[in-house]
């Protein structure tokens, strides 16, 4: 077991009327002028960043506000961001939208405590030691960005997806109410669930088997998740299961599943290259990439391959033989990727054959030009990289 | 399902090097003056309060003592400490101990900011609105104080025993190493695991039943309390059962396993005047008035019990006859109080027969003079805790 810190001290604010107490939270965590940072059209039409703004006028909070976040936010609109909040005095930054958005506002927030450039943060380069504080309005449960240490940016020059992690970065509040995420696609809904699963299963396979709280309650939160994404797929205004999703994300990617445990991480990792080339949604990223990294590493801890068969997805225990259980369990979690909507390899995932040149340049991103490794369970060199995404052609 | 609040701010420093860091996290939540507050000679003896004053010292933290907190923590020892503290200009209060030692702490906590009697804080006559930062060392995993937003004190004056909640008194950090739990004997052992599985149980047991990830991981940390007791019961010093039972004991009581959901909390409320009245352990307390509280509510939502028989307790579902499944989980776990030492009724708690004047007068006080209900799964007027406490009677 390893030591280990817990620490989520977001405040959340949950259900139908949470959105109401947008500003008195900002006057509690020391907002006096406020960026209301956001992304698409999608905020505007659905009259929620209108309401969030007539709020804070009603409080009595200036504000201002910037949209245009993209998936896979860039780094240059978060530089825009910072240039504004210094002109404008900003000392509060309020993501109203998912992950990219927050994520957006986690790279603004620690650019304008520093002097130099904030991708110096990003590149491992600079320490930060301050930043502006964080919340936000949620509407796209997936990346978990509103209670975790976490935030990726992708720097347009060179494509170049990188994440930084800091205690310092989790947001001060994060309102929640499950009715803003009824209007979301399928394949987005699929896609931010197979994301929230993700940061539980980079996790959950660990060699550390000796912290059953940890792995008990991760098995809980997958199994809850796979049971409501189907019924939010037939109902996409299923108050209830809407609520355990975006719930869920939260409670997937806070720590609460990773405590005592060494994590991976290798996934995501070898997904953000594919993200980063092909500016695909990270969700069906991280599908397409999974079952072939899973394959590859089982047999560093094969029992709790084992466990995850059996105990998420339901595949019957073959007591005699570990390796086959461990193998349905990879094709179980194929079959549900599909079953929702998702790929299960980069062929599915961009329409078209991965060229090996292409597959050269995400193991040379990947491995930091062949400096790096990634991963835990087992330690992935450039070579293991590029079997992985070999074997995830389809 | 409820709309909810989650906030859980405590920074948790887990492992044996916990306990190393206490320094620089008095000082990283603004402590310059501490009142080091601890019960009695276990802590001393143990070597573990000099340990923790000799790393105040390293760190140049200058500190008091005040030990003497006894379980059931009283209101006259934590007024001294408001003198003591206001005498000496303490600033930060950490408590070295188990629950009791951390309410009466933050008891003191909330003394030092105000002018009046702090037991008007607790009869609900004032209203807090700030209080001296709190912490612990852990040393017993039972009442979950570390990170909850309750405290519980007994005024020796009348031995009214009375609770107050408030999320200004969640700790700022908690030291929590499980070597440190080595020592606690079968029976504290035991009853603090009563008592942690009941903060889950007070809340499990609702009416809101469309809260899926709420009872899913309350089940989950259930279950796994009653694994991890027999491991230690069996070998004080098993690590990974005791780190088990130190981590679940704050997971149970943080509001995570209450969110979206009504809390009931009968059985603490009838318990509180079987301590106050005997002096009893808390968690002995519990496990004596629990399976009769059980048994007189459990028609108000029959199939919750019938879920907490088959997932919690391994009770095999009888499907055609809900009853009987639900009322078999009930024996499963008087069967469980007893495999660890706990008693299921009041004779076993006291050791003999209680009165039926004893019973009025309990009555009187739990109703605050036939003025009071409690409860929520079915809520409790006086008629209802008589007939509990008779059927607990033994």
Redesign the interface.
């Known amino acids: 077991?390893?030591?280990?810190?817990?620490?989520?001290?977001t405040?959340?604010?949950?259900?139908?009327?949470?959105e109401e107490q947008v500003a008195p939270l900002v006057k509690k965590y020391g907002g006096t002028k406020v960026l209301v940072h956001y992304g698409g059209q999608s905020a505007i039409r659905s009259g929620l960043l209108d309401k969030i703004c007539g709020l804070l006028d009603e409080g009595g909070i200036p504000f201002v506000k910037l949209g245009g976040v993209v998936p896979n936010p860039r780094l240059s609109l978060a530089k825009k961001g910072i240039d504004l909040c210094r002109s404008e005095g900003v000392d509060f930054i309020l993501a109203v939208g998912g992950g990219s958005v927050i994520d957006s506002a986690k790279c603004i927030a620690y650019g304008l405590c520093m002097d130099g450039d904030v991708w110096d943060i990003y590149l491992g380069k600079v320490k930060p030691t301050a930043m502006v504080p964080v919340a936000s309005v949620l509407t796209i449960p997936a990346a978990g960005s509103e209670m975790s240490w976490s935030s990726v940016i992708t720097n347009e020059d060179g494509d170049v997806k990188l994440g930084y992690s800091d205690d310092i970065s989790r947001p001060k509040f994060a309102i929640m109410n499950p009715e803003r995420t009824f209007t979301l696609p399928p394949y987005q809904t699929a896609a931010g669930v197979t994301d929230m699963m993700m940061h539980t299963m980079e996790r959950y396979f660990t060699k550390d088997d000796?912290?059953?709280?940890t792995t008990?309650?991760a098995?809980?939160?997958l199994?809850?998740m796979k049971?409501?994404v189907f019924a939010v797929l037939k109902n996409p205004e299923d108050?209830?299961?809407r609520?355990?999703i975006m719930?869920?994300g939260s409670?997937m990617h806070n720590g609460?599943t990773g405590?005592?445990i060494s994590d991976d991480w290798a996934t995501h990792q070898l997904e953000h290259e594919l993200s980063g080339m092909f500016d695909v949604t990270h969700g069906a990223g991280l599908a397409a990439v999974w079952p072939s990294w899973a394959r590859y590493v089982m047999h560093e801890n094969l029992s709790r391959f084992v466990r995850f068969a059996v105990n998420v997805m339901d595949v019957p225990n073959d007591f005699t033989d570990p390796e086959a259980t461990a193998l349905k369990g990879i094709e179980a979690m194929e079959r549900f990727y599909h079953d929702i909507g998702m790929p299960i390899n980069i062929r599915e995932l961009i329409g078209r054959e991965i060229t090996d040149d292409e597959i050269r340049e995400m193991v040379r991103k990947c491995s930091r030009n062949y400096k790096s490794t990634c991963g835990r369970l087992k330690v992935l060199h450039a070579e293991d990289m590029e079997a992985i995404y070999h074997m995830a052609k389809g």
């Open positions: 077991m390893q030591d280990f810190k817990f620490y989520a001290p405040e959340v604010a949950f259900g139908r009327q949470a000796d912290m059953d709280i008990d309650l098995e809980a939160l199994r809850s049971n409501a108050y209830r299961y609520a355990q719930w869920g409670l609460l405590c005592g």
